[in-house]
């Protein structure tokens, strides 16, 4: 196991790959009462289109989280929410368009807690009555989610900016999408991509890392996990155009709900010897900058009633763009746009909001680690995104620099643009 | 953890030291009777102070100080918790020992200098600044539709009796805020400060004691309250109101309010939790989920919360709209279940849950200091108690406890498209 020292935090992170392929990475806090483990699978919403044991197959959308549903049945009959429950640990599970996510929230019971949950997702259950019997449950998760603007108009912001990348689908389908899915379907996807070698296991809070790994590996020593090629992705050439410049949607709001989303190709960035995780620091400093809570023009669209609260702002990382998205409500969504537009083409940045900014940003990250559930998220998005866990941020904060977020400002200026209104219902 | 606490008078600071956070969690809480005019200008009164002051006379000035105290954060929250009516006026900055030590007094002075120093003149606020917060509550009480579950929550209490307090929202109301002016709200604010009880909380790995010294040089609250402020309303029972109202959405949501009649203390204190988790709270592995959930398929949430104040529970869904008497039925099916049809399991699992709950609360820095304050100011048991008069329940004290439950009011907030067979 490998010990690793989180600069500036006085924290540790213990990592180890266990024999199977699954990868474990932890962050103990022994003065909380609390841990909590998540069991995460590289399969998101947008994985539907692969090469598996040499065929090709194309599932239904909404696949990864239908079989997050499915994951808590047992042969016996029981499911996964009896066991915690009868020990009073908390359960839930979630799916992204990059990975699926299975959480257990305890204090006490650390090993039974942690084999149940290796066990019940490594014990596939899936019946023809299971299958169908999830579909009513699903079809009204998807109704309760169109009732809301505010995921409406995130959804409406990726399907309007991807052509063929699959977030323009919804993570858990649409209903026709769910009537489609089959016993078959869903056995290939967890043949597909639930294996160790394309999982990963985050614990954080009181527990013993020692200790975790043992229960790790006795409670899979007890599975046979077949070899393993991981799934071939299809990667889809995703064009530099948006795939509708203006979409506008009635429901039943009060306010216009308005999305600026900027789509960026990464090539933009090539001649700046960046990482990818750099570039998305020197991004989101740059948005917050110009349009966050200290910037001059959300206080002029403030006082000009413009907005009546902040601008709020979100950056996608797909493989080859990355797409920054501007929100706000608002009765005026024209002047809006035109002060968006125009403050787009005058970006700014100095030294001195910089150093505003990167104090805020190491005042977090020493904060975070009160958080387990907080700090379990970031490593899911470190494992996912950056394929490893960040334990030296503090370093990329003191190495970002005016001179290069200079450039990286001037490279946004090549970009496509993409507006979604939802507008009060007549 | 070590709790003080320090009667000063005009207000009680109450430390709680402990190494288990960086965070230092400040609360300043003002509690008074709940009056329905006045919760609108409450909400209006605590947004605009912990927005702007006389030194900071923006939200972005402010914003900028915040972020020199190395991203502290200054909010209020004003909830309305059975007959009072409560603002927690909260500031959260990281522990100065990691930072610089000046940073302690500058964070603890700051949220006093926005209650002390308001933006105002003449006995009234600031024109301006009143105008951007109007705007933003304005937008957020019409915004109110767009979380389905929420709006037909309110709505249903609604329908209880004239008068219950119980009925008031937390965001309030259009009317009244059209009748807020900077003047009225000056007055309203002049009145807090001389009629609001006040707590002073603090959690985190600090000197207590210089803690206090600071505190007591920028507190300046003047009155001294003594009188003591009951939390309970009693809702009696009464006939069952059945309500619909459609609205333009693709499912139906569902509310009972149960009246929970004549409950003796300890049952308020113990019974009705474990009741509540049985029923539709805390777990997926409640009546009301495994009923409609698990056995016909009808939702994706159900849940029930217990309101101990009120003397309420509330039970909320969203189905389809030709799935709507079915889910009642399964409702009510669930209720009668929980007067003789309760499993050991069932039973069982409600007390590990609710023991397992308070020890989570116990890592969460804003919950450590509820406990407190409701042991300070209500009828809250300390943590051993708790834990020990949930053990001893017994499953007859939850049928009997169950005679005491009624269906208050069944509302629907219709939306979907009927079937043509119904």
């Known amino acids: ?426 | 953890m070590v709790y003080k606490e320090y009667k000063m008078g005009p207000y009680n600071l109450h430390t709680i030291k402990t190494d288990k956070f960086k965070l230092v969690h400040m609360e300043i809480i003002f509690r008074n009777i709940a009056v329905k005019e006045d919760i609108t200008k409450r909400k209006f009164l605590f947004d605009l102070l912990t927005d702007l002051n006389k030194e900071y006379n923006s939200k972005r000035n402010l914003v900028l100080r915040l972020e020199d105290l190395y991203n502290a954060s200054l909010y209020s929250v004003t909830s309305k918790v059975g007959n009072l009516v409560i603002t927690n006026l909260c500031m959260d900055f990281i522990n100065p020992k990691y930072t610089e030590k000046e940073m302690l007094e500058e964070s603890l002075k700051l949220p006093f200098e926005m209650i002390f120093n308001p933006n105002a003149l003449n006995k009234s606020f600031d024109l301006k600044s009143f105008d951007i917060v109007k705007k933003r509550m304005e937008a957020n009480i019409k915004s109110l539709k767009e979380n389905p579950r929420k709006y037909a929550v309110i709505e249903a209490l609604k329908t209880l009796p004239e008068g219950s307090k119980s009925s008031f929202t937390n965001i309030g109301s259009l009317t009244d805020l059209d009748l807020i002016t900077p003047s009225s709200l000056y007055n309203y604010y002049e009145d807090v400060l001389s009629k609001d009880h006040v707590d002073i909380y603090i959690i985190g790995d600090l000197d207590m004691e210089e803690v206090n010294e600071i505190i007591s040089a920028y507190a300046k609250f003047k009155v001294i309250k003594n009188e003591k402020l009951d939390y309970y309303i009693n809702n009696t029972k009464r006939k069952l109101v059945k309500k619909s109202e459609n609205y333009l959405y693709a499912q139906t949501n569902i509310v009972l309010i149960l009246n929970l009649n004549n409950l003796t203390d300890y049952e308020k204190k113990y019974i009705a939790n474990i009741y509540n988790i049985i029923l539709g709270g805390g777990s997926l592995e409640t009546k009301l989920y495994k009923k409609l959930r698990n056995e016909h398929s009808l939702c994706y949430n159900v849940g029930s919360m217990y309101q101990k104040y009120d003397g309420l529970i509330l039970i909320t869904t969203a189905v389809d709209i030709n799935q709507e008497n079915f889910a009642v039925k399964l409702i009510k099916e669930s209720l009668k279940e929980m007067e003789n049809n309760i499993s050991d399991e069932e039973f069982n699992q409600a007390k590990e849950l609710i023991i397992s709950s308070l020890n989570m609360s116990m890592d969460n820095i804003g919950r450590v200091v509820d406990n407190y304050f409701y042991k300070n100011t209500s009828d809250l048991d300390d943590y051993e108690t708790r834990i020990k008069e949930f053990k001893n329940i017994k499953k007859e004290d939850i049928y009997k406890f169950s005679k005491k439950v009624s269906i208050s009011t069944i509302y629907s907030l219709v939306g979907g498209e009927k079937d043509e067979k119904n």
């Open chain 1, 1 to 426: 196991m490998k010990k690793t020292k989180i600069k500036n935090t006085g924290e540790y992170v213990y990592t180890e790959k266990l024999k199977n392929g699954l990868e474990v990475i932890m962050i103990p806090n022994n003065k909380v009462k609390n841990f909590y483990l998540t069991l995460n699978v590289k399969f998101g919403s947008i994985h539907t289109n692969f090469k598996f044991e040499g065929k090709n197959h194309k599932l239904p959308k909404g696949i990864a989280h239908f079989l997050e549903h499915l994951m808590f049945n047992m042969p016996d009959k029981t499911t996964a929410f009896e066991y915690y429950s009868k020990i009073g640990s908390n359960i839930n599970a979630f799916t992204t368009y990059e990975y699926t996510s299975y959480e257990v929230y305890a204090n006490s019971k650390f090993k039974e807690n942690l084999s149940y949950l290796l066990k019940y997702v490594y014990t596939p259950y899936f019946t023809k009555e299971i299958v169908s019997g999830e579909k009513g449950i699903i079809t009204e998760e998807i109704k309760m989610i169109s009732d809301n603007p505010a995921s409406e108009i995130v959804y409406g912001m990726y399907r309007n900016v991807f052509v063929k990348d699959e977030r323009k689908y919804l993570i858990a389908g649409t209903v026709d999408d769910i009537k489609s899915i089959t016993l078959d379907d869903i056995k290939l996807a967890y043949d597909a991509f639930y294996h160790p070698e394309n999982m990963f296991l985050v614990i954080t809070g009181n527990f013993d890392p020692t200790e975790a790994v043992a229960i790790a590996t006795e409670t899979l020593s007890n599975f046979e996990f077949p070899k393993y090629e991981k799934p071939v992705i299809k990667k889809y050439k995703e064009p530099a155009k948006v795939a509708t410049e203006y979409f506008e949607k009635e429901m039943p709001v009060d306010m216009h709900k308005v999305t600026i989303a900027l789509k960026i190709p990464k090539s933009n960035f090539k001649d700046l010897e960046l990482s990818n995780l750099e570039l998305k620091m020197y991004l989101s400093l740059i948005i917050r900058i110009n349009f966050g809570n200290t910037s001059l023009l959300k206080e002029e669209l403030l006082s000009g009633s413009i907005i009546s609260d902040s601008i709020s702002y979100h950056l996608t990382d797909t493989l080859d763009h990355f797409v920054i998205a501007i929100l706000a409500n608002t009765d005026y969504p024209d002047y809006f746009m035109q002060r968006i537009n125009e403050k787009l083409l005058d970006l700014s940045i100095s030294k001195e909001e910089i150093e505003r900014k990167i104090k805020t940003s190491i005042s977090n990250l020493i904060l975070c680690f009160d958080e387990i559930k907080v700090v379990n998220s970031d490593i899911q998005d470190d494992l996912v995104y950056e394929g490893k866990f960040i334990h030296d941020i503090y370093d990329y904060y003191q190495d970002i620099n005016i001179e290069s977020a200079s450039k990286v400002l001037e490279k946004l200026k090549n970009h496509e643009k993409s507006v979604t209104i939802i507008k009060p219902k007549e």
